[in-house]
């Protein structure tokens, strides 16, 4: 079972100020924190446990700059064989589709039998790359994916539905799937791991070898902006003791 | 004349609120562009459905196959992308759901249509030339907004979040019209065998007057006891956002939103939940809410009625005492 598994690096926004950069199309991004996307550390995992068990090879690829290579590296620790970063000036500026196609040129000559994404990216959270990417490779797929049983070239696939329904279905390899989180227990790796990881050589990819001229977007961010605010809370003002004891007066009587 | 098209869902004899939120949005986007709108059921034995929407669009497109008794993405996208190879609508939307997700993306691909996902607003505007369609996306989950455009085309998908447009009744009297299937059975590389249902645990949180729902900002599965404590002290249900049931801290029952439970207390008390949409829908309908989060920016106070902006550690434990103190005395 060759897995290849794609990987964004992406900032934790949740606890942290977003603010929105001079160009007013991006954000700030210089004191903000970056990790492996959410969904894509459960499909890195799913991966690697289809590994253990199945034999074969996880193949990581992700589309971005420099600073990814810490991400591929610590999926290396934990398990990957082989890492691909695709990185160019001309894909500075993306989409989900253009991403889709990049990834698609760097992985259509390998040998696989499943690819893995996340079922969303906590940044853009477009849940897009993954059909789109299954697509233009013209494999099956299924997105929301809580469960993977592979038996004899089908998988019997979990879907989580709304409000908790679970849809099973058999899906043909080659195929596709989004993971969603919750799907596994993502490992930590090992020091020793990390330390062997930190020598291993990361792939870089650029349009050239991809053969890409250059990418064409189909949709483009004109501006970005606080979201309005139809109603606020009323804030609680004063230390722990005195909020805890307006909260509490609310509470009760209310 | 400009057509719009919207996808109407069913599953198990159920349209859900999203799907009439679509019908309701493509055809005002429709008169406005004095265009004509079409809604699409695909499915088996959906007249009953057909005759339900007729009000709510100028023509009702119906595919009615065995193969499509259950919504498969692979087998919907085969048939409309033949409807909409054949139609050439200005605008196709489909609801950004379970279904959505599956769908939408790769069907715009296959047909090399733009496509914008998760949208929470929809204008075309009027430039003189060309209609320029213009979107609403929330990306770094509900912390900003973006406007969204697309490339010069004639065609164009977009999914839609659910509950972004609000739903009101059509006084249409659409043409119901039977569309042939370019296929017979479902294609053999997804075949659908089964529903589960969600697990019944021992307390239900959508009867609680009170409940006491805790997020990440909790950081350790030690820290827990802190809100059950809480909890207790208003008599009321601990429950959660997904984090926590993916980390297996809580049952998957405890979970409120989209793929959770839907709950209505008389009292939400949000601790160190950020305010994910998927998290909102769950409760945005609760009498009263109080957020407490460090970050004063969490979506989450957008939705709540009381706030407190600080570390949730150092404010639980006394707001547990203080409830304590007060219901003594
Ligand atoms: C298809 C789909 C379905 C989903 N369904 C659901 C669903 O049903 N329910 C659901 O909840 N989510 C759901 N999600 C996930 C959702 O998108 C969010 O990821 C999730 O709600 C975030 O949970 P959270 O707010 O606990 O964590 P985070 O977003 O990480 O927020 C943690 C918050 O805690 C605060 N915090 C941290 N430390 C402290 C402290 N010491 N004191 C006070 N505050 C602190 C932070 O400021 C932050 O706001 C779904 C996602 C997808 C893609
Ligand atoms: N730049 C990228 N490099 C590698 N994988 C990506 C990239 N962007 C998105 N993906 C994958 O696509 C999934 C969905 O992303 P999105 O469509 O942006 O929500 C992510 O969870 C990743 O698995």
């Not at chain 1, 139809?230 to 909260?247: C, M, N, R, Y």
């Not at chain 2, 590389?189 to 900002?217: H, L, M, S, W």
């Not at chain 2, 009321?236 to 993916?246: L, Q």
Request: net charge negative; aromatic share 6%.
């Amino acid at each position: 079972m060759n897995i290849i598994v794609c990987i964004k690096r992406v900032p934790d926004t949740a606890d942290a100020a977003v603010n929105i950069d001079s160009s007013g199309k991006d954000i700030v991004k210089d004191r903000l924190t970056f990790d492996i996307n959410e969904s894509d550390n459960y499909a890195l995992e799913e991966a690697i446990l289809l590994k253990e068990k199945l034999g074969g090879t996880v193949t990581i690829v992700s589309v971005g700059p420099p600073e990814c290579e810490d991400t591929l590296r610590m999926g290396l620790a934990k398990g990957a064989d082989t890492a691909i970063r695709i990185t160019d000036e001309r894909f500075t500026e993306t989409d989900g589709f253009a991403i889709a196609e990049i990834i698609k040129s760097a992985i259509k000559d390998l040998d696989f039998d499943l690819v893995l994404t996340g079922c969303i990216a906590t940044d853009d959270g477009a849940s897009q790359v993954g059909p789109t990417l299954a697509e233009l490779m013209d494999i099956p797929h299924a997105t929301l994916v809580t469960k993977i049983d592979v038996n004899n070239g089908v998988v019997r696939v979990h879907k989580e539905l709304e409000g908790g329904l679970t849809e099973v279905f058999d899906i043909k390899l080659p195929a596709l799937f989004a993971i969603q989180t919750g799907i596994n227990e993502p490992r930590y790796a090992s020091l020793i791991a990390i330390r062997r990881a930190a020598a291993k050589e990361i792939k870089v990819l650029g349009a050239g070898e991809l053969g890409i001229e250059e990418v064409s977007l189909k949709t483009k961010v004109e501006s970005l902006f606080r979201p309005p605010v139809a109603k606020h809370a009323e804030i609680l003002q004063g230390t722990p003791d005195e909020v805890s004891t307006k909260l509490a007066q609310i509470l009760l009587s209310s | 004349m400009k057509k719009i098209f919207s996808l109407v869902e069913h599953r198990r004899g159920e349209i859900p609120d999203v799907s009439y939120e679509l019908l309701t949005k493509g055809r005002e986007l429709a008169k406005q562009e004095n265009g004509e709108f079409t809604a699409l059921v695909l499915g088996h034995n959906v007249k009953e459905f057909a005759e339900k929407i007729k009000k709510e669009a100028d023509r009702v497109f119906v595919v009615d196959k065995e193969f499509l008794k259950e919504p498969n993405a692979e087998a919907y996208q085969i048939v409309l992308s033949d409807i909409l190879k054949k139609e050439s609508p200005f605008l196709t939307l489909i609801g950004h759901t379970a279904l959505g997700m599956d769908l939408a993306s790769s069907l715009a691909t296959s047909l090399n249509i733009p496509i914008a996902t998760d949208c929470v607003g929809i204008d075309i505007e009027d430039t003189g030339k060309m209609p320029v369609l213009l979107v609403t996306r929330q990306p770094y989950n509900g912390k900003l907004n973006a406007k969204v455009s697309f490339a010069a085309g004639s065609q164009f998908m977009i999914t839609v979040r659910q509950g972004a447009f609000t739903s009101e009744q059509g006084n249409l009297s659409g043409k119901i019209i039977d569309i042939a299937s370019p296929i017979e059975k479902e294609p053999d590389y997804r075949k659908f065998i089964e529903y589960i249902e969600a697990v019944v645990g021992a307390v239900d949180i959508t009867q609680a007057e009170v409940v006491v729902a805790v997020g990440r900002g909790i950081k350790e599965k030690e820290n827990m006891s802190l809100i059950e404590e809480l909890a207790n002290s208003l008599g009321g249900v601990v429950a959660c956002s997904r984090p926590i049931v993916d980390a297996d801290w809580l049952p998957k029952d405890r979970q409120v939103g989209s793929s959770g439970k839907i709950v209505k207390p008389k009292l939400y008390i949000a601790i160190g939940i950020s305010g994910a949409f998927q998290h909102i829908m769950g409760m945005k309908n609760a009498d009263t809410i109080v957020a407490i989060n460090k970050d004063p920016n969490a979506p989450i106070f957008n939705e709540a009625d009381y706030g407190i902006v600080d570390d949730l550690f150092k404010v639980v434990p006394v707001l547990k005492n203080k409830i304590k103190e007060l219901k003594a005395s």
